[in-house]
């Protein structure tokens, strides 16, 4: 079990390190595309990552049912029982490719379709442009249009990359993961990453710098070689570790296919509460969906890649958690309790960070990219023009934004902590029709309430502020259904994961949440947002955030992260707060060597050369095992030696029943035959 501890500590430092890495491309990656193509075409894009997410999550609950099924025989080392999961896995990987090429060609053509006919359903009076128009003086006119069938061939490059990993190489991945080798996973995703967006950042740049226009779909024909790279990786690491895999057309686990469709199922709200804010606010958006969604992916950056960053932190404790389970049957409270003050420490820290410094991230490093691309914009009315305007304002710039969106980040990071806990239980098929049942509820309620403002405001031009309401009025809908969700998973694992749940320690976790929130709150509208204002004017563009000011809010979050994950534990819970403490790495080092000094002093007290005495240790250690060795080598012992040294020489002794003892055994057998052919 400490061992299964240990690795989930090194699996979570590996993936913050390799997400971190992985953050940094993607914000290369994201500038590279805003600046070559402009935001319309940015905001395609990811939208396009978005919709094969959530049309990938039948291959996503297929993954984390084959790893949480696997983890316990590959534990024990049965390898039939392992063998028997993995075939069943590869054959349902081979079946899902119909659904879902069929899924990504539908996606190819609709979706290129809503953008170009959508504008002419709701006015007549537009004319239907059959693509999205970039602007760029390197072409005859200054335009040019990218047409809804290279849309779709984006959209295809896109599925593809999910579906060639899922089919060929998916069950490889799973089996890493299930053997507790997530750090060997994250390695080579990082290598294939550098290599593969190294590729198309090259290829980017000479969009960017070349005399002549290069058209975005050639650039993206890179990711095709993106899923068989890594693949083919992770199959060599199977390969030469696990030779005992072998596939059986033959063998079907049932299990595995049954709870793949309650986990699918369950997924299925998952994925929407969690990943569909910028297909929910493109269709409520419609026209100028494009442009304000890109606007808000680039928030969305920073808030994803460090919500990525610190779920690694909770998702690598998963497996641990599953061994666990499997052992005890359940967690003790205080097992759980400890895991949930860590879950909050890691949820106001989010929050934290992106309250505070992710306006001054966003506003520097895309502020005058977007604000390029508003000025080039010729084709929008003056209110939507302005509208646009005051979105960008807000979206940038405004606290309150800041504060609305950490607190959806927080409570997804929260969501994923008792997700997993239920998920190490193998009952997560249980809530799934209450997930389900939030999930369409908060779907429905944010098309009509959204939809219903953006409509009234933008087609009566009551309002220029109804971009900003909308997304306004999305994410306080979103805080309210995430808010539901984690008090429902909250009261299932108080009721069906844990050993005798009780309120301790309850009020102690929840302060360690909402004072480090309550205290970025107050400081980041009362000083932050004061001393250092970010505006945004049509005239005069974004403000120039500086380095220094960037690393100024970074020591205020950092003195603030450190206050709630250091101290106000060692306040509230000082035990699990001074363990939290030791457990940092450079703590730990300076511990281990005072103890290991300390150690040496005792003996020197004593007048013992420890180092001679371990020296002499490890010297009769040695001989005794080559002695042992020498005699099972040299000693041979004949037959008839080794029956005269271990056959026994005693006469067995034989004991005969009486006849007394046998006549009372027969009674007793007769009336015992009696009784049960008479009961009564």
Same mark, same amino acid.
């Given at each position: ?39 319309? +075409? ?33 534990? $024990?080392?049965?390898?039939? $029982? ?24 539908? @996606? ?123 693949? +083919? ?73 460090? %919500? ?9 404790? %998963?497996e641990y958690f599953i061994v666990l389970v499997n052992k005890d049957g359940r967690l003790q409270w205080d097992t759980y309790s400890k895991y949930e003050l860590y879950t909050f420490i890691v949820a106001a820290f989010a929050f934290i960070f992106m309250s505070l410094i992710a306006p001054y991230i ?7 990219? @977007? ?55 193998? %009952?997560?098929?249980?809530? *799934?029709?209450?997930?389900?049942? @939030? ?41 309210? +259904? ?49 001393? +250092? ?70 003996? *020197?007290?004593?007048? @013992? ?7 002499? $240790? ?63």
């Amino acid at each position: 079990m400490k061992r299964g501890a240990r690795q989930s500590v090194l699996s979570a430092l590996v993936g913050v390190c390799t997400s971190i890495m992985a953050s940094l491309i993607q914000f290369l990656m994201i500038y590279w595309i805003l600046k070559a193509y402009g935001s319309a +075409f940015t905001g395609f894009t990811r939208i396009t990552i978005a919709l094969t997410i959530v049309g990938g999550s039948a291959e996503g609950a297929l993954g984390l049912t084959t790893v949480v099924m696997l983890v316990k025989p590959m534990a $024990q080392e049965d390898w039939l $029982q392992a063998n028997e999961i993995i075939s069943t896995a590869t054959k349902k990987y081979h079946k899902n490719v119909l659904t879902a090429s069929v899924l990504i060609c539908l @996606i190819a053509i609709l979706y290129p379709l809503q953008i170009a006919l959508f504008p002419k359903i709701l006015d007549s009076s537009r004319s239907i442009v059959w693509g999205i128009e970039i602007s760029d003086s390197r072409v005859p006119g200054g335009q040019i249009l990218i047409s809804v069938w290279e849309l779709g061939g984006i959209v295809i490059i896109f599925g593809l990359m999910r579906l060639i990993a899922s089919k060929y190489f998916g069950i490889y991945e799973n089996i890493i993961i299930a053997d507790q080798k997530n750090g060997v996973r994250k390695v080579i995703i990082l290598f294939v990453d550098t290599v593969v967006y190294g590729c198309f950042l090259l290829l980017l740049n000479r969009a960017i710098d070349g005399q002549h226009f290069l058209h975005p779909i050639i650039p993206l024909t890179i990711f095709l070689a993106y899923a068989p790279l890594r693949g +083919f990786l992770m199959f060599l690491y199977v390969k030469r570790y696990y030779p005992w895999i072998k596939f059986y057309a033959d063998f079907t686990s049932y299990p595995l296919l049954r709870t793949t469709s309650k986990v699918w199922r369950a997924g299925l709200g998952q994925s929407l509460l969690i990943n569909a804010d910028l297909i929910i606010l493109f269709l409520v958006l419609l026209t100028p969906g494009l442009t304000v969604t890109s606007m808000l992916s680039l928030y969305m950056l920073v808030g994803v890649n460090l %919500r990525l960053i610190l779920t690694s932190m909770i998702t690598s404790f %998963r497996e641990y958690f599953i061994v666990l389970v499997n052992k005890d049957g359940r967690l003790q409270w205080d097992t759980y309790s400890k895991y949930e003050l860590y879950t909050f420490i890691v949820a106001a820290f989010a929050f934290i960070f992106m309250s505070l410094i992710a306006p001054y991230i966003v506003t520097g490093l895309y502020g005058d990219l @977007i604000y390029s691309d508003l000025l080039l914009d010729t084709g929008s009315s003056p209110f939507l023009k302005s509208a646009q305007w005051k979105v960008f304002d807000f979206i940038f710039t405004s606290p309150v934004f800041s504060i609305i969106y950490a607190t959806s980040v927080s409570f997804i990071l929260l969501f994923q902590g008792q997700t997993i806990l239920i998920q190490a239980k193998g %009952r997560f098929g249980e809530v *799934a029709k209450g997930v389900n049942i @939030i999930a369409l509820v908060y779907f429905l309620t944010e098309i009509v309430i959204c939809l219903t403002v953006n409509l009234v405001m933008q087609l009566e031009n009551i309002d220029e502020d109804f971009l900003k309401d909308t997304i306004l009025s999305f994410y306080i809908i979103k805080i309210l +259904f995430m808010t539901m969700t984690y008090v429902y998973l909250w009261q299932y694992t108080w009721k069906y994961v844990t050993y005798n749940s009780t309120s301790k320690y309850i009020f102690s976790n929840l302060c360690s949440l909402l004072m480090p929130i309550t205290a970025a709150i107050l400081i980041n509208l009362f000083f932050v947002s004061k001393k +250092f204002p970010l505006t945004i004017d049509p005239s005069t563009g974004p403000p120039i955030v500086s380095i220094g000011l960037i690393l100024g809010i970074l020591l205020i979050v950092v003195v603030l992260g450190a206050a709630s994950c250091l101290a106000l534990p060692l306040f509230l819970r000082p035990s699990v707060g001074v363990s939290m403490v030791l457990s940092l790495p450079v703590i730990k080092q300076i511990v281990a060597l005072r103890r290991e000094k300390s150690r040496k002093e005792r003996f *020197a007290e004593q007048n @013992i050369n420890l180092e001679a005495f371990e020296g002499q $240790q490890r010297e009769n250690l040695a001989k005794v095992l080559y002695n042992i060795d020498q005699r099972s080598a040299t000693e041979i012992i004949s037959e008839k030696d080794f029956l005269k040294r271990y056959q026994n020489n005693e006469k067995p002794k034989i004991y005969q029943i009486k006849g007394s003892v046998k006549r009372l055994i027969n009674s007793s057998s007769k009336t015992k035959k009696k009784e049960e052919q008479d009961p009564e």
